[in-house]
């Protein structure tokens, strides 16, 4: 059986740095204060300087007309695993020491289809098989930059914990230690929290027996030095709120439970991803300040995720839970309007508060939404400008610009940018699905959707588990 192949390979333009661009006469979306017609955004080396009607620039400053388009702040997604291939550092309950940042993958082409559906800012995060993973990075999709330009520099840092069947199933099925209930996962995070507040109280002594044997050295024996612990040290920086959480979950119970356990230790300003059954407790999460990061209508994919509804977001919002809708994957990415769009269907909720959710509230998540997420003066000029309504399903993004610079360009991707390479396999199929089906099984622990297990017999697939 002959299979014949059309690959369809893009070269945008490249990250260059910040720019400078008038966009003129488009309806603003400022997300924040209204909608503004007619009105043009001015961005001077990165950074919105102006957002009124007749503005003007020097004559070498590029202009975009965007009569009769919609211009928006850069869809944000605070849950994502583009620019990487290994998730998950399964080989502890806890590994807090690492951080993903050390293994982003700049070339991912994911990363453009992402601005081709207006995403500019993204949580890349760590897997959840662990119950306190690694830390997450939070980038700026600056396609064509190293691994560093791509880092928002500016951006708070945050972490992976993970509840339910995820850590247990990886440890206590998988290796044999703790956890193997959801129990379990509750003992980990008290027991690390306890380790960390007492090596800040060990590491205060040492400082202050330090001080006391330097003024009085004949009176004060020399203290003994502590062993430095960077598990400890992040989770410490985690209950000073120097370290945002971000919690893989679904139940009820066990988002109740954390609630809890970050009430009584300190913890503020964080954010249950997923959080399939958040619904049922809208109220004690407001109470609590926590936040919210869900799909639209995404569930029963295994058997923890059965119970949930598309109405989560928005009985998360009515009961005044900040709520953002991400993706988890590198398609849905692209469409995150569309998800936006379906909690006004589902829920009723207002557009406004439908695009809030993957602008201005994750950017609030992330604890960056005084520099993007909404169009204002001051902010960075991270934007996408669409054919219609973004809420629409005929919308389409035309163009979205990361610190001034247009990345993607719909005219001029389709004029000039694709290069289309017809490549023929002369192999039956059956070879071809062999040699899938072994590609899969090979990378199975390291595969996105963070590490999704599949197998193939026969040519249908027999196991699948999810490692959100």
């Known amino acids: 059986m002959m299979l014949s192949f059309t690959y369809v390979s893009a070269q945008p333009t490249t990250y260059a740095g910040p720019q400078s661009v008038l966009i003129k006469n488009g309806l603003v979306k400022t997300i924040t204060q209204g909608d503004l017609p007619n009105t043009d955004v001015y961005i001077v080396n990165g950074i919105i300087q102006g957002i009124g009607q007749e503005l003007s620039a020097p004559a070498n400053i590029p202009v975009i007309d965007a009569t009769g388009k919609v211009v928006m702040p850069g869809i944000i997604d605070a849950h994502s695993h583009l620019n990487t291939v290994s998730t998950n550092e399964a080989t502890s309950p806890v590994t807090a020491e690492i951080t993903i940042k050390e293994s982003i993958d700049p070339n991912d082409v994911a990363m453009y289809h992402a601005l081709a559906g207006g995403v500019t800012t993204i949580n890349l995060m760590h897997g959840s098989a662990n119950v306190i993973g690694a830390r997450n990075a939070t980038l700026k999709l600056r396609y064509g ?236 000029g991270d934007i996408s400008i669409w054919s219609a309504d973004p809420l629409s399903i005929y919308a389409v993004n035309e163009m979205t610009l990361v610190d001034g610079q247009v990345l993607f360009n719909r005219e001029a991707d389709v004029a000039d940018a694709r290069l289309d390479r017809a490549i023929s396999y002369d192999q039956s199929f059956k070879d071809l699905q062999s040699e899938v089906s072994e590609a899969v099984r090979g990378r199975q622990d390291d595969a996105c959707m963070e590490d999704a297990f599949i197998l193939f017999e026969s040519g249908l697939q027999t196991e699948q588990t999810h490692n959100h």
Request: charged share 25%.
């Open 145 to 380: 930059a190293d691994q560093f330009g791509l880092q928002f520099q500016e951006a708070p840092q945050t972490i992976k914990f993970a509840l339910g069947e995820n850590p247990t199933r990886v440890h206590g099925q998988g290796t044999g230690v703790q956890p193997r209930t959801r129990m379990g996962v509750e003992r980990v995070i008290r027991d690390i929290f306890d380790d960390a507040i007492e090596y800040d109280r060990q590491r205060q002594a040492y400082l202050d027996q330090k001080e006391a044997h330097e003024r009085r050295p004949n009176r004060v024996a020399p203290p003994v030095p502590v062993a430095k612990n960077l598990r400890l040290e992040v989770i410490s920086d985690i209950l000073k709120g120097n370290i945002l959480v971000h919690c893989h979950s679904y139940r009820a119970d066990e988002i109740v439970m954390l609630v809890n356990v970050f009430k009584e230790y300190g913890v503020e300003n964080y954010t249950f991803q997923h959080a399939n059954e958040a619904f049922k407790v809208a109220p004690e999460l407001a109470e609590a300040g926590a936040n919210a990061s869900v799909f639209s209508d995404w569930w029963a994919y295994k058997f923890e995720v059965y119970y949930s509804t598309a109405y989560n977001a928005a009985i998360l919002h009515e009961n005044g839970v900040n709520t953002s809708i991400n993706s988890d994957s590198n398609e849905l990415i692209r469409h995150l309007n569309h998800e936006a769009a379906k909690v006004v269907r589902y829920g009723g909720i207002s557009a406004d508060d439908a695009l809030a959710m993957i602008t201005i509230n994750p950017a609030k998540q992330l604890g960056i939404d005084d520099m993007v997420g909404s169009l204002e003066v001051g902010k960075h």
